[in-house]
Nanobody
Framework: VQLQASGGGLVQAGDSLRLSCAASGRTFRSYVVAWFRQAPGKEREFVAAIRQGHTYYQDSVKGRFTISRDNAKNTAYLQMNNLNSEDTGVYYC???????????????????WGQGTLVTVSS
């Protein structure tokens, strides 16, 4: 599956932003989808994932971010509320058909990646 992430931008602390991940392929509905992010000078880290209707989040975004998907549109979303400067980074969507539960937070659990979209939060 090919992924196209979009929706990033420059916002102020406390603002909201919604990222989209558009996927090609008719089997998208069976894929595990995740969002990762990479801040300048840091390693890529897990943000959120959705697998078989269940959602998973990094502790720092719980209660502020929501991952969802619309299989009819082959699109996944990441709604981000109450953003802060720590959320700044390039956000990548990732997907895989075979990600097991123990790997949903692991970069190695995903073989398809979007190109990334930049989110900058000014304080």
């Amino acid at each position: 599956v090919q992924l196209q992430a979009s929706g990033g931008g420059l916002v102020q602390a406390g603002d909201s932003l919604r990222l989209s991940c558009a996927a090609s392929g008719r089997t998208f509905r069976s894929y595990v989808v995740a969002w990762f992010r990479q801040a300048p000078g840091k390693e890529r880290e897990f943000v959120a994932a959705i697998r078989q209707g269940h959602t998973y989040y990094q502790d720092s975004v719980k209660g502020r971010f929501t991952i969802s998907r619309d299989n009819a549109k082959n699109t996944a979303y990441l709604q981000m509320n109450n953003l802060n400067s720590e959320d700044t980074g390039v956000y990548y969507c990732a997907a895989d058909a075979t990600t097991i539960l123990s790997s949903v937070r692991d970069i190695r659990g995903y073989r398809s990646w979007g190109q990334g979209t930049l989110v900058t939060v000014s304080s």
